[in-house]
């Protein structure tokens, strides 16, 4: 898990620091973006030829320990 973790990576200079794969100009928002929408894992690693398979997986384990670590406080349901 932990060598997942490592391919998100962050740089002040690239997307304001932003958590983004391996140091490229993607960033962990926009892979989880197309996910949201329904694009397949299989349409993204077309679209953007230098990611892979494992990048994907990082994003989705990235997203989910950032999730685990949020204090619940009284919400009624997700805005957006």
Do not use: W
């Amino acid at each position: 898990m932990k060598d997942l973790l490592r391919r998100i990576t962050f740089n002040k200079n690239v997307l304001c620091g932003k958590p983004i794969i391996r140091g490229l100009r993607i960033s962990v928002e926009a892979v989880l973006e197309l996910l949201a929408k329904g694009v397949t894992e299989q349409e993204i690693l077309e679209d953007y030829s230098e990611l892979e398979p494992e990048d994907i997986r990082a994003v989705l384990l990235y997203a989910q320990h950032m999730v685990a670590k949020e204090d619940v406080f009284d919400r009624v349901g997700a805005q957006g």
